[in-house]
């Protein structure tokens, strides 16, 4: 989301950061505090998850890393499917 400096800066605070940047744009990053984790916002993380132990579960049980490519959607060490 773009916000004009003046409106959300302090006068005091623009007049020093135009010291640094002058008709540009830059990006201040969330605190660390705020960030969050990849997959945080999405279901992806988790369903990541359960696909890649059922992916250990079957090769343990004997499937091969050829057969666990081609069902899984993943690729084979040497990078074919």
């Known amino acids: 989301m773009r916000v004009k400096a003046q409106q959300v800066l302090p ?3 623009l007049a020093e950061i135009q ?3 002058q008709g ?4 201040i990053p969330k605190a660390t505090e705020n960030k969050k ?3 945080e916002n999405t279901p992806t993380r988790s369903m990541l998850q359960v ?5 250990v579960q079957a090769f343990k ?3 091969s ?3 666990l ?8 060490p040497g990078g074919t499917t």
């Open 37 to 39: 984790a990849w997959g």
């Open 61 to 63: 049980a004997g499937t």
């Open 24 to 27: 540009q744009v830059f990006y």
């Open 69 to 76: 490519a081609a069902t899984k959607n993943t690729h084979t």
């Open 51 to 55: 696909r890649n132990q059922s992916i």
């Open 11 to 13: 006068e005091e605070l």
């Open 19 to 21: 010291k640094y940047v």
């Open 65 to 67: 890393i050829i057969d």
